[in-house]
């Protein structure tokens, strides 16, 4: 615990430090990254790159230690990775474009096959009994204990430039994951903003694949923006909140690590994300589970409201004890279960509210079936003047007419 | 042969013709362009060029290649032959100039973005790369809002929005990019009567100013109100020129076949406009 703490404080030596803070720019930049793969509905494609820079990793290391005696350099292994990663990329596009297969299917094949080939070299490799081995081990799950203070170095300044790259197409990649076609009609080149897309992915899956390993590399890419997602509706916020979260979590893992060397460093800091997602998931106000049944909640109300003013205005009994208490409540219905002359003003208000709500669905079914708060709420606080105005005029033509001067828009 | 209007094609044949000056007054051209879908050919060497400063409709049956005609014109999808300059440039040097609003249906109305995000990305083209969206452009996004009646609705989630009012905010981002020819593709899809309303007088305005609209439409019987000329297709080019002269009886039942009834199109091409 107290190892933990320091490690928390960047307290427990330099190097312990150091991998943090490594980790930290690798989960806010993945985080960042992870928003435009999520966006673009491709969080698949990613597993397919990780999953194939295994073979990459392991010939690297077959060539780098029998010719060159450098097996365990870092920036040698993940060369081998980012090529084999990139290869099994073009092969998910080359089967998508020259075959009637699904992206899934694509990448299903490739994914496996790449995994199968990484697997066979490391058994191969195992009965060379090449010296050097037992660090590719740390590829699978992530080890950052005896990491070497260049090689956190590097992921540190790599993760850096990725995040920083990402930030400034943050544009381009809205635009190109909300609408390709516009994209691709006003001029920019899709198929290259894709590629860009999937290259800062590739280069966050090998930058981390030493930290967290490449089974788990996807998570530090996939959770922090979903987990961002429960918290707001803007693109910019989304990528600070996952950038946000990637780095924390990655920063507690990693300090856990330190503290329990044994433990699979990418484990943990998924583990810590993932309690990243279970609480974003229930308390957040913008989208949490939590917040969606104070939603019905309220709904629910606002709807033995509605029709029990409607009762009123139709001067109709109102039975149900949730709607008598919500009238009483507030101060619509007496004691003595009679509308109040506040109940019975509001009442009327509502019931030409409804009548215009219902005249719109007359006339536009379709259109108000699709909408969320019809009759719910005024109706000029969810449709545009121009279309009140309209039903207005339908529905009380006199009125309507004198009342031009005015613009009709309530809202 | 097929009943066309005066549109300058003959030009385009002549190499030497489209460097002189006469095609570049023409804002859309299509020359000979085919389309297929693994195979099945959805559009079969269609050449067309659209008259300069008209509200045109491309009007067709299901599966005629409207929305593909556009798409591929503007090169989003691959073609087998043809080409589309735009006056006088090749479309790649051209989509400057082109505002396309493609279907409503074609993308996922819960990205999170606000209204004015989406028309914001009408002006990404002006802000240019690693620049941000300054007060100046937030501005202009506004004025186009306001242009389609949803100034009020600017920070409003756009998957909150109803279907005529996402529609709205297509046509207000393709208004920020200030083009010389729009193309559009069905916006009249699903949308309420004033939307309906709302978009016509933006396609009017947009004309009046010297503009040259096309707009891929549904409904027969409003053609003749909205529009000053149409493109007639059924995978081929059928006809194209003024409503007067070519939205006839003959012309629509070689679009449509036999799936409008004699009586049915009669009163389509008398009905008087407005």
């Known amino acids: 615990m107290e190892q933990f703490f320091a490690a928390l404080t960047l307290s427990a030596g330099y190097n312990t430090a150091l991998v943090c803070i490594g980790a930290a720019l690798l989960g806010a930049a993945s985080g960042a990254i992870g928003v435009f793969v999520l966006l673009r509905k491709r969080t698949l494609i990613s597993d397919a790159v990780s999953h194939a820079t295994l073979p990459g990793v392991a010939l690297a290391f077959i060539i780098a ?34 075959t009637r297969l699904t992206e899934d299917a694509a990448i299903g094949t490739v994914l496996s096959t790449f995994f199968a080939v990484g697997m066979v070299l490391l058994t191969v490799i195992q009965s060379l009994s090449l010296t050097g081995q037992a660090g590719l081990e740390g590829f699978l799950l992530g080890a950052t204990s005896g990491m070497l203070r260049s090689e956190a170095l590097t992921i540190a300044v790599a993760a850096a430039l990725v995040g920083f790259a990402v930030v400034l197409r943050m544009k381009e990649f809205s635009l190109l994951c909300f609408d390709e076609a516009f994209a691709a009609a006003s001029g920019y080149n ?4 894709d590629r860009t897309l ?30 961002a997602r429960f918290w707001t509706d803007r693109v910019p916020v989304l990528v600070a909140i996952a950038a946000g979260i990637g780095a924390s979590g990655s920063y507690i893992g990693a300090a856990l690590s330190a503290s329990a060397p044994n433990m699979p460093t990418g484990g943990l800091i998924v583990l810590v994300l993932f309690s990243f997602f279970v609480v974003s998931l229930l308390i957040s106000p913008v989208r ?25 205005a139709h001067e109709e009994p109102v039975m ?3 709607t008598r208490s919500i009238l009483r409540r507030g101060g619509f219905m007496g004691g003595d279960g009679q509308p109040t002359v506040k109940g019975q003003s509001e009442a009327r208000l509502i019931e030409r509210d409804q009548k215009l709500w219902n005249l719109y669905r007359e006339m536009h079914p379709e259109e108000s079936h699709a909408l969320a708060d019809w009759s719910l709420k005024p109706i000029g606080e969810v449709l545009p003047a121009d279309t009140v105005n309209v039903l207005e005029q339908e529905l009380c033509p006199q009125f309507a007419r004198t009342d031009e001067t005015g613009n009709g828009g309530t809202n | 042969m097929h009943d066309r209007s005066p549109s300058g094609l003959h030009l385009l044949h002549d190499k030497d013709a489209t460097k002189n000056g006469s095609s570049a007054d023409l804002p859309f051209t299509v020359q000979g362009m085919t389309v297929a879908y693994h195979h099945k050919p959805v559009l079969w060497g269609v050449s067309y060029s659209a008259p300069k400063g008209c509200l045109t409709a491309i009007i067709g049956p299901n599966g005629a290649g409207k929305s593909t005609f556009l798409k591929a014109a503007l090169g989003l999808i691959p073609k087998l032959s043809g080409e589309t300059r735009v006056f006088g440039d090749p479309i790649e040097k051209g989509l400057k100039r082109i505002a ?20 914001l990305m009408g002006l990404y083209g002006q802000i240019g790369w690693f620049r941000w969206p300054s007060r100046k452009h937030r501005q202009t996004a506004l004025d186009c809002l306001k242009s389609v009646g949803m100034q009020d609705f600017a920070d409003r989630q756009i ?3 109803s279907g005529g009012q996402q529609q709205r905010v297509f046509l207000a981002r393709a208004l920020a990019q200030d083009a010389e020819v729009y193309l559009m593709d069905e916006p009249f899809a699903g949308v309420d009567a004033a939307t309906e309303k709302a978009i016509v007088t933006v396609l009017r305005q947009l004309v009046a100013e010297g503009r040259t609209v096309l707009v891929v439409h549904h409904d027969l019987e409003t053609v003749r109100d909205y529009y000053s000329h149409i493109l007639l297709l059924n995978g081929q080019h059928v006809a194209d020129g003024p409503v007067e002269t070519t939205f006839t009886s003959e012309n629509l ?15 389509l091409s008398q009905a008087s406009g407005a």
């Open chain 1, 190 to 193: 899709v198929r290259w903003l």
């Open chain 2, 159 to 161: 998957g909150q929005l």
């Open chain 1, 198 to 227: 999937l290259l800062l992915l590739l280069g966050i899956v090998v930058i981390g694949l030493k930290t967290v390993g490449l089974v788990l590399i996807i998570a530090l890419a996939i959770i922090p923006p979903v987990a």
């Open chain 1, 320 to 322: 149900e004890p949730l």
């Open chain 1, 288 to 312: 949490g589970i939590l917040a969606a049944a104070l939603k019905h909640y309220r709904f629910q109300r606002i709807v033995h409201l509605r029709q029990g003013l409607l009762a009123i």
């Open chain 2, 100 to 119: 396309y609003v493609p279907q409503r249906s074609a993308v996922d109305w819960d990205f999170p973005a606000t209204a004015i995000d989406v028309v």
């Open chain 1, 65 to 98: 230690q029998i010719y060159f005696d450098a097996g365990r350099s870092l920036p040698v292994l993940l060369f081998g990775a980012a090529l084999s990663a990139g290869i099994g990329v073009l092969a998910v596009d080359w089967i998508k474009a020259h």
């Open chain 2, 253 to 267: 039942q070689k679009a449509y076949g036999g799936r409008l009834a004699s009586t049915q199109l009669d009163g």
